[in-house]
């Protein structure tokens, strides 16, 4: 089953290639990995989305707790939690394309960020579903290149991943 | 390049060598190079603990883990840059397959060269990672108090481990005042102690209604010093027991209620009790591949299991566990033992058939061996050898069929005498782990079990044992073959012994004279013990004894990979 794994990790190098090197070492599965800095400097946020069985996902959680500049694990998928991915595409818009990709692009909440001769850059935020379905909507001849950025999840309501 | 000091601030090779001081660090073992020429001259200068010549950094490394293996402390390394930190780890990867403590300290080129590809450059901490517990890097000589303080803190407790220290050169040459934290405090490490005191009530309870109770001990069971709790528990339960390979010693083999070694080369009844409990208790063991073999097989038969570990991630990772108990083992046993003397159990007629069933087991003699065709029979040596030293030596072995006869053979009756590679199987560990064990109890017998391909592959130690005159005494069981892996290609490759046969064997006897050592070559049964108890005589003197031994002596019985607990061959079976 696909889980979102969120974990709160010292903010020092290396400790983003520990997890890394965990998943490969292990031979467990890696979907996305997204990190970034928290509002606390010294601390990173990570987001990964794996897949495996019941026994391989608490063995994931077993063992990023166990990472020395691992703080906290939290398994989104253990409670209520909502998640959201950025993806820009850039796409052609000539001719009839112009208008279509507009109307696409209104559809699915999505934003025009670049405008050029004959390209749109579209930002597009929601599930990963959301944004699969998206691209799928699109003559894919139109589509120019993608770049997503993996899921970051949030509990719902009380649920806090915090130090 | 002129610094400003002040006057109390000294280098941080000097910082280095005080921080080992505060850990109250006995032996070094290292091998000097370019990068870490600041840390040597500061050791020249110093007088609290004494630096230990290797030739070859793998040995440095393992003789630490072997002082570790037998004394409990952490285990201390130092080694240079590129070839010298590469050459550690095989010893780094050994120590942590077996969770054993060790600060590695690794010289680093100059800061502002790293990432140039310089002269004796590799990316330690990026090389050594999956075989650490943790690692670092210190980039400023401020740091260096405060990192090895946490290395040693994160190497000892928890589930230890190796830890390495990567110091670049010139941060050892840079000046700092010399402050050692008296505690640790870090946020995203606290391992568990204590365990669930509801938990251990329920092991408790099921252990004292179980009909067919049985007890597997690891080498966590060692590391945690909970020998004596063990022994009362299971003296208090009246209940079988079993030590892994890596966890002999842990209860007195030479004691009745002892089933031997379990595992692939375990005995018929320890093995057999596995399978057929019906309640199992584990403790700082961790259900590996060599020891419960196929986890479907060993799923056919339904059984209750308690598993006390103090790394929640060997709960459960190969054997669905059905009472997980996270703690410090020695703790959890103290604490099953008084809830055990409330009840003063009395033994119960299930268990009295359960012994009775095990004493059937017992009585086909799984051990046995035909010692008639006037050849030296490798499990004879090894009862001798446990003669001879009254079974309290400190016994280390390599790895193959010698590692299995002497686990087999000698009965271990005390725990940290018997050092070996469990997890990571590394031939070469026997000698560099015989000087760690000899360091650590000067006076005490050593006795280094190898075999002919094992001993060859850190045979410059024995100028090491030379230097600090070593009186190990090796006892070389040399049946012209890798053993083991005849064996499996007798068994399973139809007898294609592909690049097995141990050809252009130097003489030994000749090799050990040439250190300055005492060389014997015993080849008739009986001259066997003779031999043993005169090497073992010269107390002060290094003996290398070359048994020439049975070539087709094979180790039973076996499990064959991927078969279950109770499908062993039996040295009668064939």
């Known amino acids: 089953m696909r889980h979102i794994v969120s974990l709160l990790m010292e903010n020092e190098a290396g400790a983003l290639s520990r997890v890394a090197g965990l998943f490969s070492a292990r031979g467990y599965n890696i979907e996305s990995l997204t990190v970034a800095p928290t509002e606390d400097p010294t601390l990173s946020r990570m987001t990964i989305v794996t897949s495996g069985s019941d026994d391989v996902i608490e063995q994931i959680i077993k063992q990023l707790n166990k990472l020395v500049d691992v703080v906290k694990v939290l398994d989104l998928n253990d409670g209520k939690f909502i998640e959201r991915e950025l993806m820009l595409v850039k796409v052609k818009a000539t001719g009839t394309f112009r208008e279509e990709m507009k109307r696409m692009c209104d559809i699915f909440r999505g934003r025009i960020i670049d405008v050029a001769d004959g390209t749109f850059t579209i930002e597009l935020t929601g599930s990963g579903h959301k944004l699969d379905a998206f691209i799928e909507g699109l003559d894919g001849a139109a589509i120019l290149e993608t770049v997503r950025t993996g899921a970051s999840g949030i509990g719902r309501g009380d649920r806090i991943l915090k130090v | ?574």
């Not at chain 2, 005995?267 to 196929?294: H, K, P, S």
């Not at chain 2, 045979?459 to 030379?466: F, H, R």
């Not at chain 2, 049975?550 to 499908?567: A, H, R, T, W, Y």
Request: aromatic fraction near 8%; include cysteine; charged fraction near 20%.
């Open chain 2, 1 to 574: 390049m002129a610094e400003t000091t002040h006057p109390q601030q000294i280098t941080g090779a000097e910082i280095v060598i005080r921080c080992l001081e505060q850990e109250n660090v006995k032996f070094l073992f290292g091998y000097p190079g370019g990068a870490v020429l600041h840390i040597y001259d500061a050791i020249y200068k110093q007088g609290h603990f004494k630096h230990i010549l290797v030739r070859h950094e793998q040995a440095a490394v393992h003789a630490a883990d072997a002082f570790s293996r037998a004394t409990g402390e952490v285990g201390v390394a130092l080694v240079t840059s590129g070839p010298g930190a590469t050459n550690a780890i095989t010893g780094i990867a050994t120590a942590y397959m077996d969770s054993i403590p060790l600060v590695v300290i690794s010289g680093q080129v100059p800061v502002p060269a790293i990432g140039l590809d310089a002269f004796q450059e590799v990316d330690m901490v990026g090389v050594t990672r999956p075989c650490v517990k943790h690692n670092f890097l210190v980039k400023d000589v401020k740091d260096i108090a405060t990192t090895l303080k946490k290395a040693f803190h994160i190497a000892r407790t928890g589930r230890p481990g190796p830890v390495v220290v990567d110091i670049p050169k010139d941060i050892t040459a840079h000046f700092a005042d010399f402050v050692y934290p008296e505690s640790v405090e870090m946020r995203s490490y606290n391992p568990v102690t204590k365990g669930h005191s509801g938990q251990i009530k329920k092991a408790v309870k099921l252990l004292l209604e179980a009909e067919r109770p049985m007890v597997y001990t690891g080498g966590g069971l060692v590391l945690g010093d909970a020998s004596e709790s063990l022994v009362k528990l299971v003296r208090a339960l009246g209940v079988p027991v079993t030590n892994t390979l890596m966890g002999l010693g842990g209860y007195p083999s030479t004691d009745e209620q002892f089933l031997g070694m379990l595992g692939m080369h375990g005995t018929y009844e320890a093995n057999m009790a596995m399978q057929n409990c019906d309640v199992l208790l584990a403790v700082g063991a961790r259900f590996d591949d060599r020891v419960i073999g196929n986890t479907d097989h060993f799923y056919s038969k339904d059984r209750t299991i308690i598993h006390v570990d103090i790394d929640p991630s060997s709960i459960s990772k190969r054997v669905k566990v059905h009472v997980p108990i996270v703690g410090d083992v020695k703790s959890v046993l103290a604490e099953m033992n008084e809830l055990v003397a409330l009840e003063k159990p009395k033994p119960s007629p299930a268990l009295k058939a359960w012994w009775e069933q095990i004493e059937s087991w017992r009585s086909k003699l799984c051990l046995d061996y035909s010692n008639n065709n006037g050849l030296i029979k490798p499990q004879y040596v090894i009862e001798k050898l446990w003669e001879v030293t009254k079974g309290d030596a400190y016994v280390t072995s390599d790895v193959g069929q010698h590692q299995m006869w002497a686990a087999q053979y000698y009965k271990f009756d005390k725990p940290r005498r018997w050092i070996n590679s469990g997890g990571l199987g590394t031939m070469g560990v026997g000698l560099p782990y015989a000087m760690g064990c000899q360091f650590a109890d000067p006076t005490a017998q050593v006795a280094c079990v190898t075999g002919e391909g094992s001993i060859q592959m850190n045979i410059q130690e024995l100028s090491t044992c030379k230097q600090y005159s070593l009186p190990i005494k090796v006892i070389l069981l040399n049946n012209r073959y890798l053993g083991m892996v005849r064996q499996w290609q007798e068994f399973f490759y139809e007898n294609r012994y592909s690049e097995s046969y141990m050809d252009s064997l130097p003489d030994f006897v000749k090799l050990a004279e040439s250190y300055g050592h005492v060389g014997m070559q015993i080849t008739k049964p009986e001259d066997v013990e003779g031999a043993l108890k005169e090497a073992f005589d010269m107390k002060s003197r290094f003996v290398f004894m070359d048994f020439i031994t049975d070539q087709k002596e094979n180790v039973f019985p076996m499990i064959p990979n991927g078969k279950g607990l109770s499908e062993m061959i039996l040295a009668e079976d064939l």
